[in-house]
């Protein structure tokens, strides 16, 4: 009787064994892509905001502004931009361009922002083109 018990029990041991064995390397396969995901975010934010890459355009309609930050929306998709106070703005107007100041911008304009990855991860405007002015 003592034999057919142990029998028993040992593949359900071995089996509990294995599952865990297995568990864990499935863990430490998904911490392991987490960490080089996470160390290739940081070398293309390092990239960005480096002096090399000197800005990136976004382009959108304004969807809100909140403040100084500026949220364009273009194909469904969001972006929020941080606009510092010297940034330069220009408004066209058939052939001529203008320099022409922040309250100017409404929600619906069409906006092309230039702008620089800063080291903190944000994003700075370093110039807006306004492309087109909502009615």
């Known amino acids: 009787m003592d034999k057919k018990i142990l029998l028993s029990t ?5 089996a509990l064994i294995a599952g865990g064995v297995i568990g864990m390397y499935f863990q430490f396969q998904k911490d392991s892509f987490e ?3 996470g160390k290739k975010m940081a070398a293309v934010l390092n990239s960005l905001s480096s ?8 382009f959108g309609s304004v969807s809100k502004i909140d403040g100084r930050s500026i949220t364009l929306t273009y194909g469904g998709e969001n ?16 052939n001529e361009q203008a320099i022409a100041p922040f309250e100017i ?3 619906g304009d069409n906006l092309s922002i230039n ?10 405007g370093q110039s807006i083109i306004i492309l087109s002015v909502a009615n």
Not at 53 to 58: E, G, K, L, T
Not at 115 to 124: A, D, H, N, R, Y
């Open 105 to 107: 911008i409404k929600v």
């Open 79 to 94: 972006i929020t931009i941080n606009i510092s106070d010297d940034v330069k703005i220009y408004s066209s107007s058939g």
């Open 51 to 58: 002096r090399a890459v000197p800005s990136v355009v976004a």
């Open 115 to 124: 702008i620089k990855v800063i080291p903190e991860g944000q994003l700075q």
């Open 10 to 14: 040992v593949p359900i041991i071995i």
């Open 35 to 37: 960490i080089d995901k």
